[in-house]
């Protein structure tokens, strides 16, 4: 009598697995963002297509980018579920900002996404100076800026990347005979990197430092712009 369906348990046991994978996978599913779920869908629909659509809008970036992305293959699976990721960081080191200020700072603070990178721009402007003017020192809303974004940046789960690149006036002034303008964009942006440091940002994460003096302005057309006296700081995920 022992030896009668025995096995059945077995079958009901593994209805019970199958039905809770499929529970999984449908709450997995539903937790994820739009550009995924889509991506799923058609290769449902079509297995051996592209999973991604031609073109891919993410904040600010222009059509051009990604117009130029998609032409080199770029967007794979992977490289949507990583523009996710910094979509979502920007939106974290703006709210950090946000809460800690009291005025809008994005006159200030760029964030902006292009390829795979995050590119955070912060501007020297008359109005809200970062530095200290013909000076790598910061001003104490500078300090309160770079902080910010340390802070976050070191505390991110994910591995970041991090480049910065100083940008100055063609003809700014130092104060020294010695420095220039492509002197003073790179103690600026060391000065960045050393604040990341402080705030335990891993060195081996810092992987390049550059100083660009005028040579770079965002206006062209006025070289003297306060626009172009900016420190850039662009995290990639690794």
Request: aromatic residues 8%.
């Amino acid at each position: 009598m022992a030896g009668k369906g025995g096995g059945a348990w077995k079958v009901a046991y593994a209805d019970f697995v199958t039905a809770m994978m499929a529970l999984f996978l449908v709450l997995w599913l539903t937790a994820q963002s739009p550009q995924i779920k889509q991506a799923v869908a058609r290769s449902f629909t079509n297995p051996f297509a592209s999973p991604e659509p031609p073109r891919t809008g993410v904040l600010d970036q222009s059509e051009d980018a990604v117009d130029n992305a998609s032409s080199r293959g770029q967007f794979s699976m992977t490289s949507t579920v990583e523009l996710n990721v910094l979509k979502r960081l920007s939106q974290q080191l703006i709210e950090a900002l946000n809460s800690s200020a009291a005025e809008d700072l994005s006159s200030v603070v760029q964030m902006r996404i292009e390829e795979d990178y995050l590119r955070i721009t912060v501007f020297d402007k008359p109005s809200h100076p970062v530095f200290e003017p013909g000076s790598q020192q910061l001003t104490e809303f500078g300090h309160f800026i770079f902080t910010t974004l340390s802070w976050q940046i070191a505390h991110y789960p994910r591995r970041l990347g991090v480049d910065l690149e100083g940008h100055t006036l063609v003809d700014e002034r130092t104060g020294r005979p010695d420095e220039g303008p492509w002197e003073l964009s790179l103690d600026r942006a060391n000065t960045v990197r050393r604040l990341l440091l402080d705030y335990q940002v891993p060195e081996e994460r810092i992987r390049n430092v550059s100083g660009y003096g005028g040579s770079q302005p965002l206006n062209k057309q006025e070289p003297g712009d306060a626009a172009n006296r900016r420190v850039s700081m662009i995290l990639k995920l690794r």
